[in-house]
């Protein structure tokens, strides 16, 4: 089955940037792929998500600050993370539209002053 590796997450300020990846085991070219968060004691929900021909789609909370993006050579899907705000703290997650990737373990993003 196939795997993913979550990294790039960390503590920063409201305002600052962090760039997150997710690595997949196998290629990801025909794969719709997003990127979801976990904040403690909420659901798992939608952030970002972008499909095999390039075209992404936000949750409200996040358009115009994240950008998702995919480099099918390297296996690898990007979010773009700006403007930071508190209530982006979560632990992060990619998994293919049809969540048929193993889940990895997430990478924590803390945004605190």
């Known amino acids: 089955q196939v795997q993913v590796v979550e990294s790039g997450g960390g503590l920063v300020q409201p305002g600052e940037s962090l760039r997150l990846s997710c690595l997949a085991s196998?290629?990801?070219?025909?794969?719709?792929m997003e990127w979801l968060r976990q904040a403690p004691g909420k659901e798992r929900e939608f952030v970002a998500s972008?499909?095999?021909?390039?075209?992404?789609t936000y949750t409200g909370a996040v358009k115009g600050r994240f950008t998702i993006s995919r480099d099918n050579a390297k296996n690898t899907v990007y979010l773009q993370m700006n403007s930071l705000k508190p209530e982006d703290t979560a632990t992060y997650y990619c998994n293919t539209e049809l969540r048929s990737f193993i889940w990895g373990q997430g990478t924590q993003v803390t945004v605190s002053s």
């Open positions: 196998t290629s990801l070219s025909t794969h719709t």
């Open positions: 972008i499909s095999w021909t390039g075209g992404s």
